[in-house]
C-alpha cells in the first residue's frame, strides 16, 4: 500500500488524525492524501457510475477530512476531495491569503483523476471566505487580492495562475472570520492598553435601552446604533494599533522585528445579536425557504429558534465584568479564555476589517476575508444556502446580494442548524437528505 493512498481508517490508529463513525465508514472509503504543507482525505462512491464532479471542501483552520458533506456529497456520486490546510489547530498564525495555496492543491488533484470534468468548491462556515477568495484570485488574477482599501495586499507571484472552479456552493458561510470578531467586541472597552476602564453606557445589561433578562431582549434603536458603531470604532483602533507595529517593524523600531503577539481583549461574546433576534437573523426580501416536507415557500424568513423559557445567559456578563475575576489579594485579572491571541500579521491579514457600523456599514473591500468582496469578483455558477435555524441567514442574502454570477441562487434550509443536522429530529427528520439532495440536484443539472 503507498503512503499516497493510505486509508483515513489507517491514519486513525498510528496518527489519530481524522476521526470516522461507523456509519461514516459503511458509506465510502476515503484514502490519505499528503499535499506537504497540507493534507485531504479523498472520498469515492461505494457504487454506481465512475464520478465525473469533483468537489473541493476546505476550511481556514479546522480539518474538514471527515466533513459531514464528504460523506453526504460522495454517498450521491461525487468525488470529494476533504481537506486540513496547512494552518489546521493553529487559528492564531494563518496568514489568510496563503491558503488559497492549499485549495489549489486540492483542485488540481481533482481535476487530474480520470473521469473527472468539473470542479465545484464547497464553503462551509469559515470555508467560505476560504473558496470565495480562491475563485475570486482565480477567475480574475492577483488583482482581485488587491486594492486601494486592502489593509493585506495578496501577493502577485505566490497567487498567480490559479485555476479556477467551475462552481462555487456556499453553505451557512458567514461573510468573513473579522466580521465576526467584530460583531462580537466589547465596545465599552476604549482603550487596549486598559481594559478595565469601561464606557457604561454601551452596558447591554441596562434594562433602560431595552434588555429583558427573562427572554428576548428589544433594545432601543439609539442604543443599537451607539453600541455598533462603538463595535466598529474600537476594530479599527485595533488595526491601525496593528499597523503601527508593522511600520515599527518595518523601520527598526520594534523589538521584533518579524512578528509579535496580538492580543484582543474578549471579555464580551456575541453582541447586542446574542439578545435582541430581531437583529440580523432576518431576511430583508422575500427568500426561497426549503420545508422539511421537500416544498419550496417563497416569504420573509426568520430564523427557527426553539422555545425557551428564564434568563438567557445574563450572569456571564453580569455588572460589566465580563472574562474578569479577582485573585487573593482582590485585584482584577482578565480570564485566558476571553481573550483572543493572534500574531501582529496573522490579526492583519485574517481578522482585520474596516467599517462604521458592525450590522450594515462594513468596507467589505477592506480584506481578502471578505465573502461578499470576493463573491462580487466571482462569475462561476453559485448556490448560497443558509441555514435556517442558525444565525447566518441575512448574512447570506448579503453574500448572495454581492455575488456576480448570472446563474446564482439563494435558499434556506428550515430546521437546519449550522452543521447542517436538525435543530428538532423530530420536527424535522428529513432536514439534512433535503439539503444534501438539493445540492446535489444543483450540481448535476449544470454538468
Known amino acids: ?52 464532479i469533483g468537489i473541493v471542501i476546505a476550511h481556514r483552520s479546522v480539518s474538514f477530512m471527515s466533513h459531514i458533506a464528504a460523506r453526504e456529497l460522495s454517498r450521491r ?31 488540481e ?25 480562491y475563485q475570486a484570485v482565480a477567475e480574475n488574477g492577483p488583482a482581485a487580492s488587491k486594492g486601494p482599501n486592502k489593509i493585506v495586499q495578496g501577493d502577485s507571484e505566490r497567487l498567480a495562475n490559479l485555476a479556477p472552479a467551475d462552481a462555487v456552493v456556499l453553505a451557512d458561510a458567514h461573510p468573513g472570520v473579522g466580521v465576526n470578531l467584530l460583531r462580537r467586541l466589547d465596545p465599552r472597552v476604549i482603550d487596549e492598553s486598559d481594559p478595565f476602564t469601561l464606557d457604561d453606557s454601551l452596558d447591554p445589561l441596562n434594562p433602560e435601552v431595552g434588555y429583558n433578562p427573562n427572554g428576548p431582549s428589544k433594545y432601543t434603536e439609539n442604543f443599537k446604533k451607539r453600541y455598533h458603531e462603538a463595535q466598529s470604532a474600537r476594530m479599527n483602533r485595533l488595526v491601525d494599533k496593528a499597523l503601527s507595529i508593522v511600520k515599527r517593524m518595518e523601520s527598526e523600531d520594534y523589538l521584533y522585528r518579524d512578528n509579535d503577539l496580538f492580543l484582543v481583549t474578549q471579555r464580551e461574546s456575541g453582541g447586542l445579536r446574542r439578545y435582541d433576534p430581531s437583529i440580523s437573523d432576518v431576511t430583508y426580501e422575500p427568500r426561497r425557504l426549503l420545508k422539511d416536507d421537500g416544498t419550496i415557500e417563497t416569504r420573509i424568513v426568520e430564523r427557527y429558534r426553539p422555545k425557551q423559557s428564564g434568563r438567557r445567559g445574563s450572569a456571564a ?37 474596516r467599517s462604521t457600523d458592525s450590522i450594515d456599514r462594513i468596507d467589505w473591500t477592506s480584506t481578502n476575508n471578505s465573502v461578499p468582496n470576493n463573491m462580487s469578483n466571482v462569475n462561476a455558477p453559485t448556490l448560497v444556502v443558509a441555514m435556517g435555524a442558525y444565525s447566518f441567514i441575512r448574512d447570506g442574502e448579503v453574500i448572495f446580494e454581492h455575488t456576480a454570477a448570472e446563474d446564482k441562487e439563494f435558499i434556506i434550509i428550515e430546521g437546519a442548524t449550522h452543521d447542517m ?7 424535522f427528520p428529513n432536514m439534512t437528505a433535503n439539503f444534501f439532495d438539493y445540492v446535489a440536484a444543483w450540481i448535476n443539472e449544470r454538468f
Open 1 to 52: 500500500m503507498s503512503r499516497r493512498s493510505m486509508p483515513v481508517r489507517c491514519l486513525q490508529v498510528v496518527f489519530g488524525m481524522v476521526i470516522l463513525t461507523a456509519g461514516a465508514m459503511a458509506q465510502s472509503h476515503p484514502e490519505y492524501i499528503s499535499f506537504g504543507s497540507s493534507k485531504g482525505a479523498l472520498y469515492r462512491p461505494d457504487e454506481g457510475p465512475k464520478p465525473h
Open 77 to 107: 456520486g461525487f468525488m470529494v476531495m476533504a481537506m486540513a490546510t496547512r494552518f489546521e489547530n493553529n487559528e492564531p498564525n494563518v496568514i489568510f491569503e496563503d491558503i488559497a495555496l492549499d485549495v489549489r492543491r486540492g483542485v
Open 109 to 133: 488533484f481533482l481535476r487530474s483523476q480520470d473521469g473527472i470534468t468539473h470542479v465545484v468548491l464547497f464553503g462551509h462556515s469559515g470555508g467560505g471566505a476560504t473558496m470565495s477568495f
Open 317 to 353: 456578563l453580569r455588572g460589566g465584568r465580563l472574562g474578569q475575576r479577582g485573585d487573593s489579594d482582590g485585584r482584577r485579572q482578565l480570564s485566558w479564555r476571553n481573550t483572543r491571541v493572534y500574531t501582529v500579521r496573522s490579526f492583519l491579514s485574517t481578522v482585520a476589517i
Open 421 to 427: 443536522v436538525p435543530i428538532d429530529r423530530e420536527r
